[in-house]
């Protein structure tokens, strides 16, 4: 179905910062057919000498009429990311095609508990997912685990703090807890998911999202806590996000 999807022209409308290397780029997308909570796009770069790179990202927010969200983070010495984070000004163009993905999606009119777990730059999709419970009055019980390195790496860290009724947050720190922290920095432990996630028995829709090394050790630990294989819907990515 990829090969079918239109490039679609997209003007950069707004850039939001979320950490020293991390920005929220939002586009304006004419024809833009609308899409899922968890679904990404291709994005596609022209040079003036006709060579072209591009790379996928997740979609950052729900559905707005024709504006499209991306939290890109720079990639060193990337193709992609470190122009749209460092050059791209509002009024610039680049392509983008898509809604892709019909697996790793959350739809308002599920009523499972879901449980939402995150690493590093994984938490986009889900972030898209929190937003839209949030914009449609959903009343599905979420609860996010979210593993980062240090607190300065934390996307969406203001809006996450708001309060959001039915939406529970924990923070895992790998390499450097903040202070008074009660857990040290470390990596996912099935203690950790335990005290952050559901009980199996409330046969929550579980989504995991990150690194192939974190997605696959979080995806065992939900399995050993006797989740059941299909309710727990992976997204992983490589170093650079293709």
Same mark, same amino acid.
């Given at each position: 179905?990829?090969?079918?999807l239109p490039w679609r022209a997209a003007r950069l409308r707004e850039v939001r910062v979320e950490t020293a290397t991390a920005r929220t780029l939002v586009f304006e997308v004419p024809g833009w057919p609308g899409h899922l909570a968890g679904q990404h796009v291709d994005v596609r770069l022209?040079?003036?000498?006709?060579?072209?790179?591009?790379?996928?990202?997740?979609?950052?927010?729900?559905?707005?009429?024709?504006l499209v969200a991306l939290t890109v983070e720079t990639v060193p010495d990337g193709e992609v990311s470190p122009y749209l984070t460092e050059v791209m000004?509002?009024?610039d163009q680049v392509e983008i095609?898509?809604?892709?993905?019909?697996?790793?999606?959350?739809?308002?009119?599920?009523?499972?508990?879901?449980?939402?777990?995150?690493?590093g730059s994984g938490i986009v999709p889900l972030m898209a997912m929190i937003r839209e419970r949030r914009r449609t009055g959903s009343r599905a019980p979420f609860r996010l685990v979210y593993s980062l390195r240090d607190p300065e790496s934390r996307y969406y860290a203001e809006e996450l703090r708001r309060p959001d009724p039915?939406?529970?947050?924990?923070?895992?720190?790998?390499?450097?807890?903040?202070d008074g922290a009660s857990r040290p920095a470390g990596r996912v432990t099935l203690g950790d998911?335990?005290?952050?996630?559901?009980?199996?028995?409330?046969?929550?829709? /579980?989504?995991? /999202?990150g690194p192939t090394g974190f997605v696959e050790a979080a995806a065992d630990l939900l399995l050993t806590l006797g989740h059941a294989p299909e309710r727990i819907r992976t997204e992983r990515f490589g170093p650079t996000g293709g």
């Open positions: 179905m990829r090969g079918r022209t040079a003036d000498d006709g060579y072209t790179a591009q790379r996928s990202y997740s979609l950052a927010a729900p559905p707005d009429g024709e000004e509002p009024g095609r898509g809604p892709v993905g019909g697996w790793f999606v959350w739809r308002p009119a599920d009523k499972a508990p879901v449980l939402l777990v995150g690493g039915g939406l529970d947050v924990a923070y895992l720190y790998t390499r450097a807890a903040p998911l335990a005290e952050g996630g559901w009980p199996a028995g409330f046969e929550a829709d /579980c989504y995991v /999202c």
